[in-house]
């Protein structure tokens, strides 16, 4: 059984900079794709990002490119999404999933374990 743990949520200025983490366990982190996701209040749950199973290969929603940052640690076990120019709209719990294949999801029905979500506050 997979479990992913995400931390590094909280408050923050617009303008500002989070650094989010999942933690994942199991031996199996390296062979899958990766993914965040989130959801505001109200709305659907949307894409963000996905990272293949070896680095090699991000996408980013064209909500946060340029200012989002995916990246993973296969030693640790660990994915991060390094957040920069938080805006208000930012705001929402946000989720890691494993990918059930290697290479870059972009569906929510593609990834078959997901953490409990962390919640992300940008104030303007």
């Known amino acids: 059984q997979v479990q992913l743990v995400e931390s590094g949520g909280g408050l923050v200025q617009a303008g500002g900079s989070l650094r989010l983490s999942c933690a994942a366990s199991g031996r199996t982190f390296s062979q899958y794709a990766m993914g965040w996701f989130r959801q505001a209040p109200g709305k659907e749950r949307e894409f963000v990002s996905s990272i293949s199973w070896g680095s090699g290969t991000t996408y980013y929603a064209d909500s946060v490119k340029g200012r989002f940052t995916i990246s993973r640690d296969n030693a640790k076990n660990t994915m991060y999404l390094q957040m920069n120019s938080l805006k208000p709209e930012d705001t929402a719990v946000y989720y890691c999933?494993?990918?059930?294949?290697?290479?870059?999801?972009?569906?929510?029905?593609?990834?078959?374990?997901w953490g409990q979500g962390t919640q992300v506050t940008v104030s303007s």
């Open positions: 999933a494993r990918a059930g294949v290697g290479t870059i999801v972009l569906v929510a029905t593609g990834y078959d374990y």
